[in-house]
Each structure stands twice: as C-alpha cells, then as structure tokens.
C-alpha cells in the first residue's frame, strides 16, 4: 500500500480560508492528494485557492463532512496531532517515528486529524485516535500553525512512503465505522447488565484505548458483538 495515495488529511473546524489552501499546497509539495473538512468555519474562497498556488484540485476535490464520525467512518488508523503531551490515552509518537508504527500495524487506510487553530483537538476528538504526534518544540511557546505543523508531519511520512507496508487482504484492522458500532454496543450492553450505571467520560476513554490497542479485525469485531448480543439476550 502507498501511503500516499491512502492517508487523507482531515481538518476540523476550521476558521481560515488561507489555511485550507496552505494545507493544500503543503500536501501537494509532499505527494498526498486527499483533502477532507469537517464542519469547516469559513468558505472556500479566493484566498485558499491564491495560496492553494498548483493545488488548486485538492481544494476543490476536498470532501465535506457535517461531523467527525462521518468523516471517519472507513478508516482503520486515525492520528491526531497535538502540542500538548500529558493527559493523553493514544500513545504519542514524533513525527519521525509514527511510520515504524503504522508499518506493524494491519491498516489500508490512515486519516490525520488537524483541530480548529485556536483550540487544536478536543478531548473527544483526540478520543477517536489510534495515535497521536507530537511535534518537539520550544516548550515557552510550543503551539505551530495548522499548515505548518502538518508540513513536518507530510514531509517525515513522504521521505521514507517506500518503505511503508501493510498486510494481506482480510486481516487488516476493523474500519471506525465497525469499532464505534462495537464499542457503543459494548457501553449499551454494560449499562443493561448494571456494570456501568452511569455516563464515566474518563473510564470510556481509557476503555476505548485499551480496545483500539487490540488492533481488532473485522471477524473479531463480529465475534465480540455476537457475544454481547449473547449476554444482552440472556439479561433481558
């Protein structure tokens, strides 16, 4: 698999029409051409298209999504960039070292998450993340533009996209779509049966990492959901 033409850039919630077009001509720089916004704060205007320069099409090629899930729904891998490096469940990885990772791992598809430029990724969001890079900075002032942090994670990728490889059909890792289905079903059938009474943000959190660590497979995924439907048949 080329990691190039597999991994789509996703930016959230963003304010800026300049930033969309520099995202988009820093992709083009590295090779990358799948563009995704999600619930975007601003149009696509003249500016992005200006500093889009001769990525004009990933602009206008870009897919649009009312909300994250949606946008993630076919994806095997999601990481998330973040300045900040405490507090987080996803293991956290440099820019220069996230492709040795992704090269273990049984995946055919990779979305890399951007946050709003003023707030970066929520909790939520960071949530959602297989893995998460951290870009080693100043620590009195560690925050990077949008476009910029995402070049020197394009360009880390792109330097060594030969060498990136995934495993054979049928054994890659479960699609978003399948874990978030498995993963509420989980929570529904924990409710039913008395074990989670109430909504625990931190304990789900640290259980969804604890299961996306799994690596799960589509027949796993299935295996587990029939022994929950097995369980929430036998408590009713």
Avoid: W
Wanted: proline share 3%; aromatic share 6%; hydrophobic share 40%.
């Amino acid at each position: 698999m080329n990691i190039l033409e597999n991994t789509t850039i996703i930016l959230i919630e963003t304010s800026h029409p300049g930033n969309i077009g520099s995202v988009a001509r820093f992709m083009k720089n590295m090779g990358f051409e799948n563009l995704a916004l999600v619930n975007p704060l601003c149009e696509v205007n003249n500016l992005s298209m200006a500093l889009s320069s001769n990525a004009k099409s990933i602009v206008e090629n870009a897919e649009i999504y009312n909300t994250l899930d949606e946008a993630l729904a076919s994806f095997n891998c999601v990481i998330g960039s973040t300045a900040r490096n405490r507090g987080i469940p996803a293991r956290i990885f440099s820019p220069a070292n996230i492709l040795d990772q992704l090269n273990k791992d049984n995946i055919d598809k990779v979305a890399i998450l951007m946050g709003n430029e003023s707030r970066g990724l929520t909790n939520s969001q960071i949530n959602k993340c297989n893995y998460v890079i951290n870009i080693p900075t100043n620590s009195n002032y560690s925050s990077l533009n949008v476009a910029s942090a995402l070049n020197i994670i394009l360009y880390e990728l792109s330097k060594t996209s030969n060498s990136f490889s995934a495993v054979s059909e049928g054994e890659t890792v479960t699609s978003q779509e399948n874990f978030s289905g498995m993963i509420e079903h989980f929570y529904s059938v924990s409710k039913q049966i008395g074990i989670m009474k109430d909504d625990r943000p931190m304990l789900r959190s640290k259980l969804n990492h604890i299961f996306k660590k799994s690596k799960l497979t589509d027949e796993e995924i299935n295996i587990l959901r029939g022994f929950l439907s097995a369980v929430e048949k036998h408590s009713q």
